[in-house]
């Protein structure tokens, strides 16, 4: 059990048959009334978001869980298959606990997120940027880099992103796996 006092960004609680985390919170002391924490939550089971309100002080039972590194191995119609690097196990997880699978490259170190009671897996963390090469993109065109232009390309994973115009085909690039942007080239 824990109070509404030892909230923090991703803390896992059980409520309602399900296990959220907290993605962000805000501690609300209005002139009149009493205190409460404004909350929102993520279900790791559906992905859903809701806000819930909660009073200062309530008790809420949280879930232990556990980040477990894991490397990628391979994707088939199974799901994307991973091996746990402490006993080699491999273990299959279905795309939707996976946020940006595209950008999933074989041999990759991920953490898995396991309910600790149950040995479920909640969801697959991919580190903040991965390395990928660039397989397609059309060429720049000479003198067009006045503005901030940015271009399609296609990476090896097959992911999309969009890039800045002096970008080229055959380019090692840095994506940041949070929201799929490009971040810089890889020297």
Same mark, same amino acid.
């Given at each position: 059990?824990?109070? *509404?006092?030892?909230?923090?960004?991703?803390?896992?609680?059980?409520?309602?048959?399900?296990?959220?985390?907290?993605?962000?919170?805000?501690?609300?002391? =209005?002139?009149?009334?009493?205190?409460?924490?404004?909350?929102?939550?993520?279900?790791?089971?559906?992905?859903?978001?809701?806000?819930?309100?909660?009073?200062?002080?309530?008790?809420?039972? *949280?879930?232990?869980?556990?980040?477990? $590194?894991? @490397?990628?191995? &391979?994707?088939?119609?199974?799901? &994307?298959?991973?091996?746990?690097?402490?006993?080699?196990?491999?273990?299959?997880?279905?795309?939707?606990?996976?946020?940006?699978?595209?950008?999933?490259?074989?041999? @990759?170190?991920?953490?898995?997120?396991?309910?600790?009671?149950?040995?479920?897996?909640?969801?697959?963390?991919? =580190? =903040?940027?991965?390395?990928?090469?660039?397989?397609? *993109?059309? $060429?720049?065109?000479?003198?067009?880099?006045?503005?901030?232009?940015?271009? =399609?390309?296609?990476?090896?994973?097959?992911?999309?992103?969009?890039?800045?115009?002096?970008?080229? @085909?055959?380019?090692?690039?840095?994506?940041?796996?949070?929201?799929?942007? &490009?971040?810089?080239?890889?020297?």
């Amino acid at each position: 059990m824990a109070s *509404t006092a030892d909230f923090k960004n991703g803390l896992c609680l059980e409520m309602n048959n399900d296990i959220y985390t907290i993605v962000e919170f805000q501690h609300v002391k =209005p002139g009149k009334g009493a205190a409460f924490v404004r909350t929102k939550l993520k279900s790791l089971n559906t992905g859903k978001v809701l806000d819930r309100t909660f009073t200062a002080g309530e008790k809420v039972v *949280t879930a232990r869980v556990e980040k477990r $590194p894991h @490397q990628f191995i &391979y994707a088939d119609d199974m799901g &994307y298959h991973f091996m746990d690097l402490d006993n080699f196990e491999q273990i299959p997880i279905q795309e939707k606990l996976i946020e940006r699978a595209n950008l999933l490259k074989e041999g @990759q170190t991920v953490d898995i997120l396991v309910h600790a009671e149950t040995e479920t897996p909640l969801s697959v963390e991919l =580190p =903040p940027f991965v390395e990928l090469m660039i397989t397609y *993109t059309e $060429p720049g065109i000479k003198g067009d880099t006045a503005t901030n232009a940015m271009k =399609p390309a296609t990476l090896e994973t097959g992911a999309t992103v969009m890039v800045p115009l002096f970008v080229e @085909q055959d380019i090692l690039i840095k994506v940041d796996t949070r929201d799929g942007s &490009y971040s810089e080239r890889v020297k």
